[in-house]
């Protein structure tokens, strides 16, 4: 039921902004939740961004008041727009989703496997240059 496709990532300048999206490929009555992680060379996959629908969005601290979470339920797409991009902002970029917010809440706070949600995009690379 679920199939996501996130659009193609790229290259900035320090301080450029980058809108980036993830759609459900397959037709779906169910309701999604989505959320963005990201991996930097080298390092563990974190996450940077949730819509839990009725209870909000939820942003790591390393983004706060410079990455904006949306959903589209009419497109099933979720959108990430990346303002102020700076280099340790470089990552490949995936998007992931549940029915269930709280499954979604628990995998970013490593409190429940990733590989419990229902879907992964495949990533998308994000680069930023200073």
């Known amino acids: 039921q679920v199939r996501l496709v996130e659009s193609e990532g790229g290259s900035v300048e320090a301080g450029g902004s980058l809108t980036l999206s993830c759609a459900n490929a397959?037709?779906?009555?169910?309701?999604?939740?989505m959320g963005w992680f990201r991996q930097a060379p080298g390092k563990e996959r974190e996450y940077v961004a949730l819509?839990?629908?009725?209870?909000?969005?939820q942003y790591a601290d390393s983004v706060k008041g410079r990455f904006n979470i949306s959903q589209d339920n009419t497109k099933n797409t979720a959108y990430l727009q990346m303002n102020n991009l700076q280099p340790e902002d470089t990552a490949t970029y995936y998007c992931?989703?549940?029915?269930?917010?709280?499954?979604?809440?628990?995998?970013?706070?490593?409190?429940?496997?990733?590989?419990?949600?229902?879907?992964w995009g495949r990533g998308t690379l994000v680069t930023v240059s200073s």
């Open positions: 992931a989703t549940d029915h269930n917010p709280s499954l979604l809440f628990a995998v970013a706070t490593g409190r429940a496997p990733p590989d419990t949600l229902a879907a």
């Open positions: 397959l037709s779906t009555t169910k309701t999604y939740y």
């Open positions: 819509y839990l629908g009725a209870s909000g969005t």
